[in-house]
């Protein structure tokens, strides 16, 4: 059996862990476009900050693909997929057969259409080789302007304040619009703003100028020009899916999986950011692109692949940022639609820098946001993952920020910590 | 795989399992010293004791087979031991994300108070049974195989 | 604590704390019930209020650092043995409250205890001694009524048949039984605990007059079920469950009153059980109003064995009272299989002081006598003698057996097994060890599967021991032993004690 496995990020990671739990012996491949090992990376941010070094990128021992009997092709870009064939052909040249293929092409920046955009100076910040190219020039650069509002855009700007640049984020709305409301995108851009960092909200970017050597020197915006010697670009990800659609795979915004992992060619997989695949609490088709889903797919196709047929429970939304010394965390559906039935709780603390957010819909918790205070996370977690009912006296404990195990269903409790021992032969 | 279940029914809520958590995990091995000087510097117990009305819980790390925080985390830092069946976390590699506490739906992981890490039960590694087990005046934990 | 009422200073208990080594963890806290542990947030620290204190031990015992001793409260009055510090608490505490003084537990009183004026005899040279670990030796009790003589013919391989209609018995594995204790009294965790250790000895346990839950019909085989004055809890299906039925006419330590389960200790599960409303009141009347003389208790016995169809053995639990060998007498003329003796020691959930302390005889007296008088009007084997209230020790169940009882009642030893401490306030249902108490939290504290165990060693445990002093005295049988007062010999004793006892004095 030969498995290919295209992408070295923790869905690939994860799929040799799940075809090596079944198939001990068939050889895999790993074909990365990347150079390097499996690393972290959202530790990228952390990385630039100056809060790791390098050492500690790497996701899993230097051992790994040695261990899990894994060749590598690193630094090799797949040039072209043929189902029919069952052949991997890259652009090096070389090309590879497979029994099975996976996907785990991940995601890649969204390009904004903005004159300058391509110029020295500006950057992106998704993989490492980013990172490690602003590392040669943040000791120099003073100025940075990071151009967008989410999750890349936020990490990259505090990585560079850190780096005791001076940093404007050039916003269009606001900030986090995807997880948090005004009140808690306030607190955090009050937060942020204590820090250091500066924010140019309500204004659209007009074009990158550049000087004479093709290097970045100013954003224009509508609301006036940054000058910077640093530009980054983070409009956040897609789904890469080119080599799926040349294919002719079924693709939507990613590549199409059913709860098996599988696309629309049964023998090839895709896990991870480049998938749209059915989402826990909706049952649509979602592109989702978090790590532990990602990790999680990963391990499923793997299983998959390698002969099992585990159907793969979706993807749950969650993310867990910290911004400069400020934890948050939002977990499923955490801004709902008008009039569909969702009733929301706020608790609000701005002088503590706490809040919380409870999202509830037919007497469950759909989802939930917590700023400051975020030690009993997981147990909000519990109520969203499980769909426990949340009746009247559970909502009062939720509010007050006290989720408990003994709020569970009794049922759901003894199953989870006290399951009657299975019968045992006797000795 | 042996593992620690709780019997609701019998906890009583006394807290014994933490202090014995708190003592085996710490320097000084002895429980007055773990208590009044190094929990302050930031030990923390591992178990946590629910307690509401009637009823009380004394819960920790499950070791799931499918543990959500080994999923979550960004770091390496937690990963499953497939010979002892333990989950495993090395506070090394830990960037403190905090994807875990949030991923675990069981409530298992906490933040270090002092410091950008977690702190998440491992089974006693050292000892036969765990600590949190041999202290429960009351059996309600339990360290065994099902 | 700054305004606290002047006579509140004479309390029992004192709590000393060893600053060094407490902790403040708390555990303390939220082990006692009573409130005298408490956290101080100005203080920042745990304080304890010692006015409150019962004397439970159970923050001793519980505090991981050893930091906590109770102990007596050295509040000196003048000497007097008179006006002993006892009764001036007593005055100070009527005066407050105007009521009745309640107690729980047995009497604490200093009455002679005669277990320890008898010693045991062995063997020397002749009659040599057994060992039981290498020899058979028999505990099997059976308990019930016994056959004047035994009538056998041969059958035609010539063997003999036994002619004779037995009356069913109560078969036990060691003459030792878990006395009744009701479910509302103690908490339902011990009586799944008592019926377990029972099963596991192959003994019974008493269900006390609270009736019987459902869940432990199953334990059936080793269940007497008791009928009392409140009646609770008695139905057919009841009567069937066990292999003897009790009815209870008195008890040890309060002879002549009746019993009061408070409302509050009548949970859901009490309820049902006992068959009264919930969180109501569960009286027992003092007398049984159907039964004022021998003929009625002699109706009520054989209308109970109706009931159960003969199937099984009817035994009357009487308190010793002064007249207890012509009570006695009357019982087993009135058709009881059993009769139950509970001395004045016997324990209990609730009591008023002055009954518990100075009504009753202690029961080697009540036992001596008993046994002496049904053998002198020769109806000694028309019924089984069981006798509870004070036996402490494996040597204590030897002396009755061979003062005529046959077999023991264990209560207050049972409670200690799990725990309890006699700090004598059952009757608050706050029973720090989880024992005397119905909530829901404290109750917990009582895991059967711990508690079992801990009553089932005591059991195995006071057993070997009886089997080594029977192996002592040359007896390889219980039922050699039993009302074999040769076996016995009075230290420090008056003529008419020993008298009383039927026993010599040592080296006669």
């Known amino acids: 059996m030969q498995y290919i496995i295209i992408g070295n990020g923790v869905a690939a990671v994860a799929a040799v862990e799940g075809i090596r739990e079944k198939d001990r012996t068939g050889a895999i491949r790993i074909i990365s476009e990347e150079p390097y090992p499996t690393y972290g990376r959202p530790l990228i941010s952390y990385y630039l900050a100056g809060k790791i070094d390098r050492d500690r990128l790497w996701y899993r021992p230097e051992s790994f693909y040695k261990d899990h009997g894994v060749e590598l092709s690193l630094g090799v870009r797949v040039a072209s997929l043929d189902p029919k064939a069952r052949t991997v052909a890259c652009a090096d040249g070389s090309s590879y057969s497979y029994d099975k293929l996976l996907l785990a092409t991940g995601g890649r920046p969204t390009e904004i259409d903005l004159p300058g955009a391509g110029g020295e ?37 505090e990585a560079l304040l850190m780096r005791k640049l001076d940093v404007t984020m050039v916003v269009r709305s606001r900030i986090m619009r995807n997880y948090f409301d005004e009140e808690a995108g306030g607190l955090l851009l009050k937060h942020l703003e204590a820090k250091g960092l500066k924010f140019l909200q309500g204004a659209t970017p007009k074009e990158i100028t550049l000087d004479q050597k093709g290097r970045a020197s100013k954003v224009e915006t509508s609301q006036g020009d940054l000058s910077a010697d640093i530009v980054i670009m983070a409009a956040g990800v897609s789904p890469e899916a080119t080599l799926a659609k040349a294919a002719g795979l079924a693709v939507n915004r990613g590549v199409v999986v059913d709860e098996f992992l599988a696309t629309s060619d049964p023998d090839i997989y895709a896990a991870g950011d480049c998938t749209e695949a059915t989402d826990m609490i909706t049952g649509e088709l979602e592109v989702l692109p978090i790590w532990p889903k990602a990790y999680n797919q990963g391990l499923y196709a793997g299983r998959n692949m390698a002969g099992g047929k585990t159907a793969h429970p979706g993807g749950l939304p969650m993310n867990s940022i910290n911004y ?87 049922e759901f409790f003894e199953e989870t910590w006290n399951p009657r021992p299975t019968a045992q032969p006797i000795a | ?92 590699q830990c960037v403190g994300c905090m994807s875990c506490l949030m991923a675990c739906p069981f409530g298992a992981i906490s933040k270090s108070p002092l410091e950008d890490k977690i702190v998440k039960c491992d089974r006693c590694v050292e000892l036969d049974m765990p600590a949190c087990v041999q202290a429960c005046p009351n059996r309600a934990l339990m360290y065994e195989e099902r | 604590m700054l305004f606290k009422p002047t006579d509140s200073y004479a309390h029992d208990f004192e709590v000393h704390r060893d600053r060094d080594a407490c902790i403040d963890c708390k555990v303390c806290v939220n082990q006692c019930s009573y409130g005298v542990h ?13 006015s409150q204190c019962v004397g439970c031990h159970r923050c001793e015992a519980m505090c991981p650092t050893d930091a906590l001793r109770i102990r007596r409260r050295e509040t000196e009055f003048k000497d007097n043995p008179l006006w002993n510090s006892k009764f001036i608490k007593y005055i100070y505490k009527q005066a407050s409250t105007g009521g009745v003084l309640l107690t729980g537990m047995g009497c604490p009183t200093d009455i002679p205890v005669y277990w320890d004026r008898m010693l045991l005899d062995a063997s020397q040279v002749t009659n040599p001694s057994i060992d039981p670990l290498r020899e058979p030796m028999e505990l099997d009790t059976f308990l019930g009524a016994k056959p004047n003589s035994l009538a056998f013919h041969k059958d035609e391989n010539g063997k003999p048949v036994l002619d004779t209609k037995l009356t069913p018995q109560i ?260 029973c720090p060890w989880g024992i005397a108490t119905n909530d829901a939290l404290l109750a917990k504290r009582q895991n059967p599967d711990v508690a079992a165990k801990k009553l089932a060693n005591l059991v195995r445990a006071w057993s070997h021991e009886i089997m080594e002093m029977l192996g002592g005295m040359g007896l390889n049988s219980i039922e050699s032993l039993r009302g074999n007062r040769d076996k016995l010999r009075a230290v420090g004793l008056s003529a008419e004690e020993m008298d009383t006892l039927g026993v010599k004095l040592a080296g006669r």
């Open chain 3, 171 to 430: 078969k036990l594995k060691t003459p030792i039984m878990f006395a009744a204790m009701s479910f509302g009294a103690i908490n339902f965790n011990l009586h799944v605990a008592m019926a377990r250790a029972a099963k596991e000895c192959g003994t019974c346990y008493n269900t006390g007059e609270g009736g019987l839950h459902p869940s432990l019909y199953e334990y059936g085989d080793h269940t007497i079920v008791q009928v009392a004055s409140g009646r609770f809890g008695v139905h057919r299906d009841y009567l069937n469950a066990g292999v003897g039925i009790e009815i209870k006419v008195g008890q040890g330590a309060k002879p002549g009153i009746g019993g009061h389960l408070p409302g509050e200790k009548i949970d859901a599960r009490v309820s049902e059980t006992r068959m009264v409303p919930l969180g109501s009141d569960a009286i027992s009347p003092a007398p049984h109003h159907d039964i004022y003389s021998i003929e009625d208790l002699h109706q009520l016995i054989f209308a109970l064995k109706e009931a159960s169809e003969y199937r099984v053995p009817v035994a009357v639990k009487i308190a010793a009272v002064h007249n207890v060998a012509a009570i006695a007498s009357g019982i087993v003329r009135a058709g009881a299989d059993i009769v139950t003796i509970d001395g004045m020691r016997g324990g209990t959930g609730a009591a008023p002081a002055m009954i518990r302390d100075n009504v009753g005889i202690p029961i080697e007296l009540a036992l001596a006598a008993v046994d002496q008088r049904l053998r002198d009007e020769n109806i000694r084997h028309k019924a089984s003698l069981i006798v509870g209230g004070g036996v402490r020790c494996s040597a204590d169940v030897v002396k009755a057996i061979a003062l005529g009882a046959d077999a023991v009642n264990i209560g207050t030893a049972a409670l200690l097994a799990v725990g309890c401490t006699l700090c004598g306030r059952c009757y608050t249902g706050k």
């Open chain 3, 38 to 50: 408490y956290w101080d947030e100005n203080r920042k620290k745990v304080m304890h209020d010692s």
């Open chain 2, 1 to 92: 795989m042996k593992r620690v279940y709780i019997d609701r029914h019998f906890c009583i809520g006394c807290g014994l399992c933490e202090l014995a958590c708190l003592t085996v995990h710490s320097r000084s091995k002895d429980l007055a010293i773990a208590y009044t000087v190094e929990r302050p510097q930031g030990l923390m117990s591992f178990k946590k004791v629910f307690r509401d009305g009637s009823m009380c819980a004394s819960t920790g790390c499950r070791h799931c087979d499918e543990p959500a925080c080994v999923e979550a985390c960004i770091a390496g830092a937690l990963t499953k031991d497939p010979a002892t069946g333990r989950t495993v976390y090395d506070p090394e």
């Open chain 1, 121 to 157: 100076g500006v950057y992106r910040f998704t993989t490492l080789s980013d990172a490690e190219a602003l590392l040669k020039v943040v000791d120099k650069a003073k100025k940075a302007v990071v151009v967008g509002a989410g999750l890349i855009a936020l990490k990259s700007a």
């Open chain 1, 324 to 410: 400069y010394g400020l934890p948050t965390m939002s977990v499923g559906i955490v801004n709902p639609p008008e009039g569909q039935g969702f009733e929301v709780e706020r608790m609000v603390d701005e002088e503590g820098e706490r809040y919380r957010k409870l999202v509830i819909k037919n007497g469950r918790l759909a989802g939930f946001v917590l700023i400051g205070d975020i030690e009993k996370s997981g147990l909000f977690t519990s109520f969203v993952k499980f769909g426990f009912p949340v009746t009247e006296d559970i909502r009062e404990k939720l509010k007050r920020g006290e989720p408990s195990v003994l709020l569970w269903p009794e």
